[in-house]
């Protein structure tokens, strides 16, 4: 089992950065394929980024090229690097840890996840 909490959320201007941390406790990190979601009124729940355990990632298309998803093994910490935020990007962030299936933005094939993060881009 893993437990996760997300941090370094906050409010932004356009075009600025910000970097979220999700750091777990219990197993290693290196087990799990690792996503960040993000959840608006809109839009519900989407996911952003993906980080399997081979290193391989996948971002939605709305955040290919502005983020980056990476992890610390030693820290057992995921991280989410934004850059150029846009006031669409505005949404609860979540980490979120499974350890199978074959969908990277599927919710449902994810175990376990933290308690959010809230990004506001204005």
């Known amino acids: 089992h893993v437990q996760l909490v997300e941090s370094g959320g906050g409010l932004v201007q356009p075009g600025g950065s910000l970097r979220l941390s999700c750091t777990a406790s219990?197993?290693?990190?290196?087990?799990?394929?690792m996503a960040w979601f993000r959840r608006t009124l809109e839009n519900g729940r989407e996911g952003v980024a993906y980080l399997d355990s081979d290193g391989g990632t996948d971002y939605t298309y709305s955040v290919a090229g502005r983020f980056t998803i990476s992890k610390d093994n030693a820290k057992n910490t995921l991280y989410l690097q934004m850059n150029d935020l846009k006031p669409e990007d505005t949404a609860m962030y979540y980490c979120a840890a499974k350890s199978g299936g074959w969908n990277p933005f599927t919710p449902s094939e994810y175990n376990y996840w933290g308690q959010g993060t809230q990004v506001t881009v204005s």
């Open positions: 219990g197993d290693s990190i290196s087990a799990y394929q």
